[in-house]
């Protein structure tokens, strides 16, 4: 059951090419953006679309298969965790950002 503590499934579209960053020792860090679209109809029947973007970090061989294979547009799916952390701007402002560590990774379409 530990395994569902933590635990993000999503479907979505790359919104852009993946970022590939080596590390110092050598390990591969792929870096992407993720949206996935809720439609439903408002008050007035009209319907709206609400896209969310969601920030995915794949690690070593993930990293590598997300190099070699997913593009801007690309539908996937997405299982990893939750992660958040905060870092320091050169402007010395502090940052907050919630990524999702990729477990698994499904190309999907063509």
Same mark, same amino acid.
């Given at each position: 059951?530990?395994?569902?503590?933590?635990?993000?499934?999503?479907?979505?579209?790359?919104?852009?090419?993946?970022?590939?960053?080596?590390?110092?020792?050598?390990? /591969? %860090?792929?870096?992407? @953006?993720?949206? *996935?679209? +809720? =439609?439903? #109809?408002?008050?007035?029947? &009209?319907?709206?679309?609400?896209?969310?973007?969601?920030?995915?970090?794949?690690?070593?061989?993930?990293?590598?298969?997300?190099?070699?294979?997913?593009?801007?547009?690309?539908?996937?799916?997405?299982?990893? /965790? %939750?992660?958040?952390? @905060?870092?320091? *701007?050169? +402007? =010395?402002? #502090?940052?907050?950002?919630? &990524?999702?560590?990729?477990?698994?990774?499904?190309?999907?379409?063509?």
């Amino acid at each position: 059951m530990n395994s569902l503590r933590n635990k993000v499934q999503l479907i979505g579209n790359l919104g852009n090419d993946p970022e590939i960053i080596i590390m110092e020792n050598g390990n /591969k %860090l792929a870096k992407f @953006a993720v949206a *996935t679209n +809720e =439609s439903y #109809k408002n008050g007035d029947g &009209e319907k709206v679309t609400d896209t969310q973007w969601h920030n995915i970090v794949a690690w070593g061989k993930m990293a590598e298969i997300a190099e070699n294979y997913l593009v801007k547009g690309k539908e996937v799916i997405i299982e990893g /965790k %939750l992660m958040s952390r @905060a870092y320091e *701007t050169k +402007e =010395s402002e #502090k940052r907050y950002i919630t &990524e999702i560590k990729c477990n698994e990774l499904l190309m999907l379409g063509k």
